[in-house]
DNA sequence: GCTTGATACGATATATCATAACGCTTATGC
DNA sequence: GCATAAGCGTTATGATATATCGTATCAAGC
């Protein structure tokens, strides 16, 4: 398993290959990821972080693509049903997905020294919160799993 | 293992036991649970249900406890410090603890239908979270772990 | 060519959630 | 009692998110 936001990595590859899986989904789908999307995508690429929608839409406002907060949150919105970008409630905020191919149970690892955040798959049906969700009756739909704390890399230099 | 929000229950025993207890506990740890910190303990207490800050502070406006929003999260900060409330992140919306005398490490069934809310617990340890964080060399020091769905009430009813 | 429907976008306004900062009051330890 | 800390009231503002209405674009069907 790779944890990208703690590792060192050749970054320009997540940026590319994010933009190109993504690009052959929509084609797949038959959907567009047009000028704004593609744009948001790569922007949420561009660091293994979570950033807000309003620090999203200040990029998109000085590149003359959206002044307007629904301008960032309908790309956001579209990314995220297509799996292309994850919300981190904990943080009100919004990542690129780091495991285009894989599917979706995603665990979230949020650094609170560098504010890294790092994506891992997990079998969602060998969770925990599944397990106490059977026993309970309850019919799970969206699971939020997330964790904060200290990554790897800040622990060293802590 | 109950799940007083899924089922029938005595109600009033909720909501007093609830404030006893806190009661109790604010006195070993000579801490203050003044009127506003009770009230908003026992608001939350009477549903199994996330409220929200602002409805939280209606409430307490009605009453004269007090009308400015920092008299609602300042109450809430206390309850959450002190282990006796929860803040579900995915509807930033607060609950009671509904297990007072356990330690902690809690799942929550949110209800899509009913808005109820389940506060379930676990041993953190043997969590799907914890065993990937420690793969990753990630130290936890918070964990979110939510499930948003169907309860087994509104499942019945559908 | 024209209409229709679907999808996306632009813009305004507003709703919702949360905290910084300041000064006053009350409780508590000595 | 007095000093200190804890709590509270209030104002202002910051941060996040959505409803709504109108327009542009494009492809499908006539």
Same mark, same amino acid.
């Given at each position: 398993?790779?944890?990208?936001?703690?590792?060192?990595?050749?970054?320009?590859?997540?940026? =590319?290959?994010?933009?190109? %899986?993504?690009?052959?989904?929509?084609? =797949?789908?038959?959907?567009? +990821?047009?000028? %704004?999307?593609?744009?948001?995508? =790569?922007?949420?690429?561009?660091?293994?972080?979570?950033?807000?929608?309003?620090?999203?839409? $200040?990029? +998109?406002?000085?590149?003359?693509?959206?002044?307007?907060?629904?301008?960032?949150?309908?790309?956001?919105?579209?990314?995220?049903?297509?799996?292309?970008?994850?919300?981190?409630?904990?943080?009100?905020?919004?990542?690129?997905?780091?495991?285009?191919?894989?599917?979706?149970?995603?665990?979230?690892?949020?650094?609170?020294?560098?504010?890294?955040?790092?994506?891992?798959?997990? $079998?969602?049906?060998?969770?925990?919160?599944?397990?106490?969700?059977?026993?309970?009756?309850?019919?799970?739909?969206?699971?939020?799993? =997330?964790?904060?704390?200290?990554?790897?890399?800040?622990?060293?230099?802590?």
């Amino acid at each position: 398993m790779s944890h990208y936001a703690f590792e060192a990595h050749d970054h320009e590859t997540c940026v =590319e290959s994010g933009v190109a %899986t993504a690009e052959e989904i929509c084609t =797949e789908r038959g959907l567009q +990821l047009t000028r %704004t999307r593609k744009r948001v995508l =790569e922007i949420l690429l561009s660091e293994h972080k979570a950033m807000g929608a309003y620090d999203i839409l $200040d990029v +998109l406002r000085a590149e003359g693509l959206g002044s307007q907060p629904p301008v960032a949150y309908r790309a956001l919105e579209f990314l995220i049903n297509q799996g292309f970008a994850h919300r981190i409630e904990r943080l009100n905020a919004f990542v690129a997905c780091s495991h285009l191919e894989a599917s979706h149970a995603p665990v979230f690892l949020i650094c609170r020294l560098c504010n890294s955040v790092s994506e891992v798959q997990s $079998d969602s049906r060998k969770s925990e919160i599944s397990r106490l969700a059977k026993r309970a009756g309850f019919a799970v739909e969206l699971m939020v799993r =997330e964790a904060e704390g200290i990554c790897p890399k800040c622990a060293r230099v802590a």
